[in-house]
């Protein structure tokens, strides 16, 4: 009886044990899971500590936009994007650069830190009327969505400038979910070739400016695009001259010269004109967008200055333009109309009435330096006059270069 008793106490004990080891184990993986779901909580906040302090500052990683440069060789106004970005905290922006293949980004071809070894490694020659400058596009993006934290995607011309600050930029472009496309119906004969239909029916075919800005999602389609991107490698391409592709590798400041015109040709496609506002209306994507560009292009012929700056390209700003009158013209802008739509689009930004453009184009090197100077940017004349007295210092032909030009800022002038 007594050992019967022993035997029954032992038995309890083991299974008093196995249950206390069950219960361990369990809790230690109640734990490690916790610990897993606050790291993934918190992946977000990165933590930088001091010497001059004992305890760790936490920074919080904020949503970046990448701002997506397509250039033919070096970026001519590159000192004035680096006093946009100048001051700022690098977690709120990137930079992407589509050069020509081979070249580099350093410091014999940019004056700013902000660039240097910015240029994608796997760039192409870009002809201009054709579907290589959409690749382009593509291959921009595709770099910039490796980094997790580029949730807005900007592409600019490097003949782009800044109009405003960068604080005031970001949370205009960050305020908004939608993706800013310049999209609307294009009614005109010749430019939508029916081959592309049924997989590009003329319904969902769109107009507008290539320099969108992207939410995240819709820069993932655009990557992942193997349907409409084919079709406008086949079907969509410039006029040819003569029964020739007018196929030229993009200039300095590209679309400074016409192109010869064509009425012979039965489809004048510009690929990049149509791509993207195409791609997400087939998509059914337009509810999602606002259906604006945030870059200011002037095509209004009648105030252009002599026949070289006519046609199908954008006025090109040169010294002379170059004023606060000019650039607070642009600012005051506070709605666009679409004939072909009937539509009229008030600008707004977080609900309010807003300025219709952040950036506008097309400027010389010469006009946007001028209006740096002249603080007409957005930029504090302090602010800029020690940026240009430091880089005359770190580039002695800085000075020489205004020399060339005709115009020396007054900071850079010697007694």
């Known amino acids: 009886m007594k050992r019967k008793l022993i035997s029954s106490k032992l038995l309890l004990r083991n299974n008093n044990k196995w249950k206390t080891k069950i219960f361990a184990l ?3 993986g109640f ?41 033919r060789n070096r970026l001519p106004l590159d000192l004035v994007w680096d006093q946009f970005f100048q001051g700022e905290n690098e977690n709120r922006f990137s930079i992407y650069v589509h050069s020509r293949p081979g070249f580099l980004f350093n410091r ?16 192409i020659q870009i002809y201009w009327g054709e579907a290589s400058m959409i690749q382009a596009e593509i291959i921009l993006l595709q ?14 011309s490097d003949s782009c400038i800044p109009l405003y600050n960068f604080s005031y930029t970001y949370d205009y472009i960050m305020s908004a979910s939608t993706s800013f496309v310049d999209s609307f119906a294009d009614t005109k004969e010749g430019r939508y070739n029916p081959k592309m239909d049924p997989v590009i029916p003329v319904h969902d075919w769109r107009k507008g400016s290539q320099w969108v800005i992207l939410t995240r999602k819709h820069a993932e389609i655009i990557v992942k695009d193997s349907v409409v991107f084919p079709m406008f490698q086949q079907h969509c391409q410039a006029s040819r001259v003569y029964g020739v592709l007018f196929r030229k590798s993009l200039p300095e400041f590209w679309r400074d010269r016409p192109v010869p015109a064509d009425n012979s040709k039965e489809h004048n496609c510009i690929p990049d004109e149509h791509y993207v506002a195409t791609l997400l209306a087939h998509k059914g994507l337009e509810g999602e967008l606002t259906r604006r560009s945030l870059t200011h292009t002037s ?27 000019l650039i607070q013209s642009i600012k005051d802008i506070d709605n666009i109309y679409y004939e072909t739509e009937y539509r009229r689009e008030w600008c707004t930004s977080k609900g309010k009435p807003s300025p219709c453009f952040l950036f506008a184009r097309k400027f010389t090197r010469p006009a946007a330096m001028r209006l740096l100077n002249m603080s007409a940017l957005g930029v504090s004349e302090e602010a800029s006059s020690n940026s240009l007295m430091r880089k005359e210092k770190e580039y002695p032909q800085l000075l020489s270069y205004f020399d060339v030009v005709g115009f020396i800022p007054p900071v850079l002038k010697k007694e």
């Open 108 to 123: 014999l071809t940019t004056r700013s830190r902000y660039f240097l070894d910015r240029q994608v490694n796997n760039s």
């Open 299 to 325: 095509w209004d012929i009648s105030s252009s200055k002599g026949r070289e700056r006519q046609g199908w390209h954008p006025v090109t700003y040169k010294l002379a333009d170059a004023t606060p009158m």
């Open 26 to 28: 369990l809790l230690v």
């Open 31 to 71: 734990c490690f899971s916790t610990f897993l779901l606050m790291e993934a909580q918190y992946s977000r906040i990165g933590v930088s500590s001091s010497s001059s302090s004992m305890f760790p500052t936490f920074v919080v990683q904020k949503p970046k936009i990448a701002f997506l440069f397509l250039a």
């Open 143 to 156: 770099h910039a969505l490796m980094d997790p934290f580029n949730e807005r995607f900007a592409f600019l």
